[in-house]
């Protein structure tokens, strides 16, 4: 069997070509504790400064295996660019968003005029830059950000799952908004060298807000983000937390690539809901990844493995105190798959 780079296998495995063996990668956060200690650029000033986020992303593949670079660690880049409040970070705990600033239409007409290229969103675009000169001929570079409809939540607040069912219109407008913006920022990413774009969108879950809902307002939003990436001969990956089994074909059904599931799915239920879209997933950060043994990381990962389908990854982002023996556990399990 032929083989491949790292960055056509991935390319391939995305879009259910064959490939030699199981790409060993992380869709989701891949920062440690540990790979900060060894590089020497740490959290949280890894998240401000494109050449230290770029060798933390880098961390991930020299110190771990990880055959890929990915950024940013974080999810809050996008609402601290309109303006919400966020509660800093600190070495092992990532920023957080803590103030919302949407209250009604007005303030979304207020938030229309925007340069992409100030703030957080244009460091990341940076260290992608970084990383594509150094690793994009060889390596996947992964982009990843906040998807529309957590975004919208994160700039409303709690309001917002209500907001939706009572105020379509409002609704509409903020998921244009917050879309639009995804747009522009994904395809700025992609200008840059990255390949892959990891949609994180943990609370556009239809177990949350039901089929109905999910159907209106996040799948066109999806739908456009996936389209603009494929023009720019990008694959993408739609991460959504918790139990989204019920889901999978509406999440499907926005035509990406490949769909990131949790551990609180089954891998093989998944597998058989979807028509095209890989399933990407599902070993458990904290009660594998985290919590247990490098041995207990190789049988999870072997039951992902012999489903024969798929790609191996992490369920949801790395938590920040995992060994580093536990993730190379997973890498080295996923790189002796062959097919
Ligand atoms: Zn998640």
Known sequence: METYTPKERLA?????????????????????????????????????????MATLAEAGHT???????????????EAEFFGC???????EQQPSVVGHIVKDMSDIEKLKEYDIDQGRIAVVCSAIKILADKYGKELP???????????AQHMNGDEWFMAI???????????????????????????????????????????????????KFVVPAHKKIVDAMREEGVTTVLHIC??????LNLMESSGVDAISVDQSVDFVTAVGKVNKAVIVGNLDPVNVLWNKTPEVVKEASKKVLDTNSGILAP????????????????????????Y
């Open 242 to 247: 918790g139990d989204t089994t019920s889901g």
């Open 141 to 151: 570079i992964m982009g990843s950000m906040l998807g529309p409809f957590s975004l």
């Open 12 to 52: 391939r495995a995305l879009t259910g070509q064959t490939v030699d063996r199981m790409p060993a990668v992380s869709f989701t956060q891949t920062a440690t504790v540990e790979q900060m200690d060894a590089c020497g650029s740490s959290w949280p000033e890894a998240n401000e400064d494109a050449q230290k």
């Open 85 to 91: 409040t966020i509660k800093a970070g600190t070495k």
């Open 63 to 77: 110190l771990v295996g990880f055959e890929a670079v990915r950024v940013p660690f974080d999810i809050t880049a």
């Open 165 to 215: 069912m009572t105020d379509e219109a409002f609704g509409h407008a903020l998921m244009e908004l917050t879309t639009d913006f995804n747009i522009a920022y994904a395809k700025k990413m992609a200008q840059n060298g990255a390949d892959t774009m990891v949609i994180i969108d943990p609370t556009a879950s239809a177990e949350l807000i039901g089929d109905e809902f999910y159907e």
């Open 315 to 338: 369920g949801c982002g790395i938590v920040s105190k995992t060994p580093t023996k536990n993730l190379q556990a997973m890498v080295e399990m996923a790189k002796g798959h062959t």
